[in-house]
């Protein structure tokens, strides 16, 4: 394995020119830069991070925990936060918590370990005292993205859920809904209980009360939206439309409805809270909510380093970011229904 002595050889400088370089801890030449790091390539050598914060006292890395790095809302987060904290100078790690507490903590261990300047987390938000475990676990200056956690003391930027909610509910009654079905997702997170409440109180502003028997609570799976699409649909009563929060319901939800031979909008009307799906390819294409990411990242990038900077040392602060309606084919007015 290649060492900053083995560099120091190749480009012909002394070590104290290499860690200068690398670190930039003291003025080197743009030409001597360009020898250093043409040596580091050949020599093939790593700097160790871990080491070079302990060195230094201070990181340049972010840690970025979310439920599933893999679905499109977590890699637009993941790319969009990257971008915003690389124009000052900031890498970033990535990890899944799998939406598991316990797994959730395990990686802000980790992370901790590895020095980081700060954490990014889209918390899980469930779990025995899951505040205080939290606040007791994360020890470097940290922001929630998309979740709030009631009890601890950290900053958040999410999506104005209430705001979103009222969008999606006043589009669905102008098209002459009523009968709405709602899939409401897991206990304990703010985002699930903040669309809920937000659409049964724009629906009540308008004078419609959501029908109990048309709320199916902790559906946060494919499978579980599944069966709970079929059990709507076969009733005596069932909905003219349906209101999804995540893009695991709406896969459930059109798995569901088309095991059951039902056409989208023909036979009911559809619409999700979350627009990171494909918009073509579906068919019908999906009216939704479209997240500002890009938004929510810039803010989210930008308290977190004041805090890092201790620019800001005050109370937590929560930020919400506007989301828009995207109107595409998958509603239609009621009366057509059936036609």
């Known amino acids: 394995m290649a060492t900053i002595k083995d560099v120091a050889r190749i480009a012909g400088v002394s070590v104290t020119t290499v860690s200068a370089t690398i670190n930039g801890t003291a003025p ?3 030409m001597m830069k ?3 790091w043409a040596a580091i390539e050949k020599a093939g050598y790593q700097p160790d991070p871990i080491a070079r914060n302990l060195r230094m006292g201070k990181s340049k890395t972010i840690g970025l925990i979310v439920p599933d790095i893999s679905t499109p809302w977590a890699a637009h987060l993941a790319k969009a936060m990257q971008l915003a904290l690389s124009e000052v100078g900031y890498n970033m790690l990535f990890s899944s918590s799998g939406d598991d507490p316990d797994r959730e903590f395990r990686e802000i ?3 901790m370990a590895h020095r980081v300047a700060g954490l990014v987390i889209a918390p899980t938000s469930h779990g025995e005292n899951y505040a205080e475990r939290l606040s007791a676990a994360v020890k470097a200056p940290a922001i929630l993205v998309d979740r709030t956690v009631p009890g601890a003391d950290f900053d958040a930027v999410t999506d104005d859920n209430t705001r979103g909610a009222e969008l999606l509910a006043r589009y669905l009654m102008k098209l002459g809904h009523r009968d709405i079905a709602f899939l409401v997702g897991r206990p304990g997170i703010s985002a699930s209980y903040e669309r809920f409440d937000g659409f049964a109180l724009a629906m009540q502003k308008s004078g419609v009360a959501m029908r109990e028997d048309l709320i199916k609570r902790s559906i946060y799976k494919a499978e579980q939206a599944h069966a709970a699409v079929q059990q709507l649909m076969l009733s005596t009563s069932p909905p003219t439309a349906i209101a999804c929060i995540s893009l695991a319901q709406l896969m459930g939800t059109m798995a569901g409805l088309e095991k059951l031979g039902l056409k989208v909008p023909e036979d009911v ?3 999700s809270f979350d627009g990171f799906h494909p918009a073509e390819g579906w068919h019908p294409s999906m009216t939704s909510l ?3 990411i890009e938004a929510i ?3 989210a990038a930008h308290m977190l380093l004041q805090r890092i900077d201790g620019d800001y ?4 602060r929560l930020v919400r970011i506007a989301p828009s309606l995207t109107i595409r ?7 057509q229904r059936g036609e």
């Not at 040392?313 to 937590?316: A, I, K, L, N, Y």
């Open 28 to 30: 080197v030449s743009e």
């Open 34 to 36: 360009a020898k250093v």
């Open 109 to 111: 261990g980790l992370f």
């Open 269 to 271: 009307s559809v619409v």
């Open 290 to 292: 479209t997240q500002d």
């Open 297 to 299: 990242s810039t803010k």
């Open 313 to 316: 040392s005050g109370e937590r």
């Open 329 to 335: 084919t998958s509603c239609s007015p009621v009366a």
